[in-house]
């Protein structure tokens, strides 16, 4: 098997390092949307005037620590 030439090998590591770094972006752009959004529900939570339960003022609790969904 020959080796590959110079330029094909920089061109490889380049598409590489762009894809990583664009997965980097995503995952981190996604993170930055989940907390928001978590942090959104438990702002409007926790200013609701009327309580599901008399004397607890926030009921929430993040999808991944409530057991699952439907």
Same mark, same amino acid.
């Given at each position: 098997?020959?080796?590959?030439?110079? @330029?094909?090998?920089? /061109?490889? =590591?380049? &598409? !590489?390092?762009? =894809?990583?770094?664009? &997965?980097?972006? /995503?995952?981190?752009?996604?993170?930055?949307?989940?907390?928001?959004?978590?942090? =959104?529900?438990?702002? =409007?939570? @926790?200013? @609701? /005037?009327?309580?599901? !339960?008399?004397? @607890?003022?926030?009921?929430?609790? $993040?999808?991944?620590? $409530?057991?699952?969904? &439907?």
């Amino acid at each position: 098997m020959a080796i590959a030439p110079t @330029s094909r090998l920089r /061109t490889v =590591a380049i &598409i !590489t390092a762009v =894809a990583a770094a664009g &997965i980097g972006l /995503t995952v981190r752009h996604q993170a930055n949307a989940l907390r928001a959004n978590e942090l =959104a529900q438990q702002r =409007a939570r @926790s200013s @609701s /005037t009327t309580p599901a !339960t008399p004397g @607890s003022n926030n009921l929430y609790v $993040s999808v991944d620590r $409530s057991g699952g969904g &439907i």
